[in-house]
């Protein structure tokens, strides 16, 4: 049995070697991704009814703040130097490709909470809807409170390919970053330009595994000139923005024709190299207040609760929203001075149900113990099935990010790669999935 750590006792027994500056990335993108949602959530009732919209919708100069906010590429970056270095560290420990290892490594901690917050809120909503108490913010929580699960389809997907692409990155350095994005404009000429069908969802790929490619270069110091990338991507993205069809937002609007989301365009990218190399810039001051042991302790803390607040965190808002609903709280006309005025005390609130959820859920976050001293090798013929598994797992996750919790009982679907899914089938897939990588990825020692 493992010996559980403090966070205390973790930050103690941090090895110096460690780049403390990733950690302290991880646990800011993920907060201010978390800080956006509840400060962008605008909550209005009309006829009774509760609607969630969003404050840039209703406040479009308000859009530039998404340059600085959107930093999803910042974590998916993250992964990439985390990715590099755990599969190079198997390889080297076990003497071979250990991509069933790797596999399951990576998944234990992001598919546990995510699988206990499934678990949680699809017997909930199943309960709610069984006793015949849907509302209309209930509809609506148990539709939004899945959405951000896309991140984490798309965060096992990088998982997937991290063998083949370091292999890349290994070969062709920087050539394999410009491959990727190279691909991801001809995306865009082929949409916006020669208007082909559905070749826009490529880029869900190519956007995401090229920001993840960096993360590579940046594991093998290979990221010298970060002004030079912050400003390349910064130019790129000012000028798609003013002279292409690529909106102002860097997040999904309510309504809009063109997502630079949903699915993700060259102007994406471009925003997502500018706010990597900005961060690269930043990196000695960002050194310097990780060296401090009170700081580096509320980052090992931070990450060790990280997903499960990010999970839960929407849950957070909209229970929030519906305390001061049902207390009959005024909810004044978003973006309005007593709205303002309302911002401070609602996400104090949420942050504060968050860490009561945290709190409840957390062991699920735990790291595993670690495996008994010695050299472990996967199974014969585990990678196929990992590979499976993880490819269930992820389209599982995805599904049930565009069809939620709501109507669970009358058999509500959505389209998910040409295929119709409703939640119960999404779970089984990710559930699955999970079962496959955890059996081909579990170690055997050699006799």
């Not at 985390?82 to 003497?95: D, F, M, P, V």
């Not at 006793?131 to 409170?145: E, F, K, S, Y």
């Not at 865009?188 to 960096?214: C, I, K, M, S, T």
Request: proline share 6%; net charge positive; charged share 10%.
């Amino acid at each position: 049995m493992g010996i559980k750590m403090s966070a205390r006792e973790m930050a103690a027994a941090t090895p110096g070697a460690r780049d403390r500056v990733i950690d302290l990335l991880r646990v800011a993108s993920l907060g201010t991704v978390v800080f956006g949602h509840w400060l962008m959530a605008a909550v209005t009732v009309d006829d009774d009814r509760p609607a969630v919209g969003n404050l840039l919708a209703v406040e479009p100069k308000l859009q530039l703040l998404t340059w600085f906010l959107q930093v999803m590429p910042v974590f998916f970056f993250v992964g990439g130097f985390s990715h590099a270095l755990s599969y190079r560290s198997l390889t080297r420990r076990t003497g071979a490709p250990a991509y069933a290892l790797f596999l399951r490594a990576r998944l234990q901690r992001l598919l546990r909470p995510t699988m206990l917050f499934v678990s949680v809120w699809g017997a909930g909503a199943l309960a709610v809807q069984l006793a015949g108490g849907n509302g209309a913010l209930t509809d609506v929580a148990a539709r939004l409170v899945a959405q951000p699960l896309w991140f984490i389809g798309i965060y096992l997907a990088m998982v997937a390919f991290t063998p083949p692409l370091l292999r890349l990155h290994e070969r062709y350095g920087w050539g394999a970053f410009a491959a990727l994005a190279a691909a991801a404009a001809a995306v865009d000429v082929l949409r916006f330009a020669a208007g082909v069908p559905y070749v826009e969802f490529l880029n869900f790929a190519f956007v995401w595994l090229a920001v993840h490619q960096l993360g590579f270069l940046r594991a093998d110091g290979r990221l010298r000139r970060p002004a030079v990338l912050a400003g390349a991507g910064l130019a790129g993205a000012v000028a798609l923005v003013a002279l292409g069809p690529y909106p102002l937002s860097m997040v999904g609007m309510p309504g809009e024709k063109i997502s630079n989301m949903a699915p993700p365009t060259a102007a994406l990218l471009c925003h997502g190299m500018w706010l990597i190399g900005a961060v690269e810039l930043l990196r000695g001051p960002m050194a310097r207040a990780v060296a401090r042991p009170r700081v580096w302790r509320t980052v090992v803390a931070a990450n060790g609760v990280a997903m499960t607040a990010f999970l839960w965190h929407l849950t957070a808002m909209l229970g929030v929203y519906g305390a001061m609903l049902a207390a009959h709280v005024s909810l004044p006309a978003p973006a309005g001075a007593a709205w303002w005025l309302q911002v401070p005390l609602r996400i104090a609130a949420a942050a504060a149900v968050t860490a009561l959820l945290v709190a409840v859920f957390r062991r699920a976050e735990q790291p595993p113990a670690p495996a008994p001293a010695g050299t472990a090798a996967a199974r014969r013929g585990a990678a196929p099935a990992a590979a499976l598994g993880v490819t269930l797992a992820l389209l599982g996750v995805l599904g049930l990010s565009m069809v939620g919790f709501a109507g669970l009982l009358e058999g509500h679907s959505a389209v998910l790669v040409a295929v119709r899914v409703t939640a119960p089938v999404t779970v089984l897939m990710c559930a699955a999935g999970w079962l496959l990588v955890e059996t081909a990825g579990r170690p055997v020692r050699p006799v």
